[in-house]
């Protein structure tokens, strides 16, 4: 009897360890589907009929989990269907009952598995949205449509990750005042100097007053880049405060909205009849307060890692190496701007507690068997 009640009392021990430490683990991992933040998630997506609650024969072809992705607050899934040789036109159908083509982020039509990603708008994981797919049946029955509706199902709604929010605009920390300072124009969509860069001269004036930031930047080569203009809801061009005939350069002024706001530009390029768009960026960190009116002053320390602006061997013109950006003025066949699938990531943190959990489990499972065997020995 003893020993009975040793072996159901090291049982009863692990069961309330278990009743304790589950549900810790699993309310780590859980997320209001009706208040998703912006970032990445996973779920699983399932192809129903359209006209009632039975699994559409598409779902054999719908991958599972699907990715979800919060941007700005506006949903969108990533379904990959497999058969992408059979399958395709895969559209959605819109708020005014139209069918719309869903954007293609990736495919693969090599080898036997055959995939293709869509991405779509979702109204949120409470809604339905019907789709519409063509399928391939041969040369004798030729293609057929196929309608089903996209379920989510929101108890496989994993978190994998945040996007991280913006911190406060630095210039809440600056105080009314001229200022000089270091800035760039980088590419308009990718991390790296637009080759507009060349032509900025450093370091560029800041004017803060009332709240209200200005900055007063000269550009050289003037000839070769005209019709400067700052996007503010649409393109507007770009005040001219002086000129400089002999040294080909020009000195414009604009409102900044805040730092953490890139300033869009563009600017036409005479010889190449281009528009080219960039950004204009800021190093707060060579900030230094100057008196007013202090005209800029090149003495200025640059970090070695920052380009040095304005030389003749950065001209605008020297693009022989250097990719074409912007818009030409005459068509743009240019299809590069696809958006990859993102990554499917691992919620590291949850699956590293699970594992430790795991193993501590086991080992006082083990603990508590040998204890109990010693005892009746």
């Known amino acids: 009897m003893k020993r009975l009640f040793r072996k159901s009392y090291s049982i ?15 309310a ?44 700005n607050s506006k949903l969108y899934a990533y379904i990959t269907m497999q058969r992408a040789d059979v399958i395709s036109d895969f559209s959605y159908q819109n708020s005014s009952g139209d069918f719309i083509l869903a954007e293609v982020i990736e495919e693969n039509l090599e080898g036997e598995s055959k ?29 057929m449509t196929v309608d089903f509706r996209l379920v989510t199902d929101n ?12 911190e406060d605009p630095a210039s809440e920390e600056i105080e009314d005042g001229t200022y000089h300072l270091q800035a760039m124009f980088m590419h308009e969509t990718l991390d790296q100097p637009s080759m507009a860069n060349g032509n900025l001269v450093n370091p560029v004036t800041l004017e803060i007053k009332e709240g209200k930031i200005f900055t007063i930047f000269t550009m050289t080569g003037a000839d070769g880049m005209t019709d400067l203009q700052v996007k503010v809801n649409s393109f507007v061009p770009v005040e001219i405060i002086s000129e400089d005939a002999a040294a ?7 409102e900044v909205v805040d730092f953490d706001t890139p300033v ?23 900030l230094v307060s100057v008196a007013p009116g202090t005209p800029h002053n090149p003495a200025i320390p640059v970090d070695a890692n920052t380009p040095v602006t304005g030389t003749p061997n950065d001209s605008i013109y020297d693009t022989s190496n250097k990719p074409v950006e912007g818009t030409p003025s005459e068509g743009d066949n240019n299809n590069n701007n696809q958006v990859k699938i993102p990554k499917t990531g691992d919620s590291a943190s949850f699956k590293m507690v699970i594992i430790i959990w795991g193993l501590a489990m086991v080992t006082m499972v083990k603990y508590v068997i040998r204890k109990s065997e010693a005892l009746n020995s």
């Open 12 to 26: 009863i021990l692990v069961l309330l360890i278990l009743f304790i430490f589950i549900p810790v683990i699993s």
């Open 28 to 71: 780590s991992s859980i997320v209001d589907p009706k208040n998703l933040e912006d970032g990445k998630y996973e779920i699983n997506i399932w192809a129903m009929r359209a006209d009632n609650e039975n699994v559409s024969s598409a779902d054999s072809d719908l991958l599972k989990p699907s990715q979800l992705e919060v941007i």
């Open 115 to 143: 995939t293709r990603t869509y991405k779509l708008p979702l109204t949120d994981l409470d809604s339905t949205t019907l789709v519409r797919v063509k399928i391939d049946r041969g040369p004798v029955m030729g293609p």
């Open 155 to 166: 108890d496989t709604l994993v978190l994998l990750e945040l996007t991280p929010k913006p």
């Open 248 to 254: 080909n350069s020009k000195t414009y002024k604009l």
């Open 264 to 286: 869009t530009l563009q600017a036409h390029i005479p010889v190449i009849d281009m528009t080219v768009k960039f950004r204009m960026i800021f190093d707060l960190d060579t």
